[in-house]
């Protein structure tokens, strides 16, 4: 049974750091890439950041230079490093996962809030 559960959200002030956690299990974690999303209220919800198997990774433009996803393999957890963190950060973080290669299937988690407010 595939299970992705987030932590590490919170409400932070503008500029300041969160560091969100993805633990996955029932899969071959270091086998698949990995995606971080976000969404807030009325929006739909938006990619923010992916690692291959390999480690090479991708962001959003609207996060370059400011969100780092790293992971590790050893502990099947995948991570969100966010820095100088922007009001228009504030989201519901959810931790995606394509498992399979012929039929995949998707994952999400729960998800964690984001606050980033004064």
């Known amino acids: 049974q595939v299970q992705l559960v987030e932590s590490g959200g919170g409400l932070v002030q503008p500029g300041g750091s969160l560091r969100l956690s993805c633990k996955a299990s029932?899969?071959?974690?270091?086998?698949?890439?990995m995606r971080w999303y976000r969404q807030t209220p009325g929006k739909e919800r938006e990619w923010v950041a992916s690692?291959?198997?390999?480690?090479?990774?991708d962001y959003a433009d609207s996060v370059k230079g400011r969100l780092s996803i790293v992971r590790d393999n050893a502990k099947n957890t995948m991570f969100l490093q966010m820095n100088s963190l922007k009001p228009e950060d504030t989201g519901v973080y959810y931790c995606?996962?394509?498992?399979?290669?012929?039929?995949?299937?998707?994952?999400w988690g729960q998800g964690t809030q984001v606050t980033v407010s004064s």
């Open positions: 690692i291959d198997s390999d480690g090479s990774t």
């Open positions: 995606h996962a394509r498992v399979g290669w012929a039929r995949p299937l998707f994952y």
């Open positions: 029932g899969f071959a974690f270091s086998t698949y890439a």
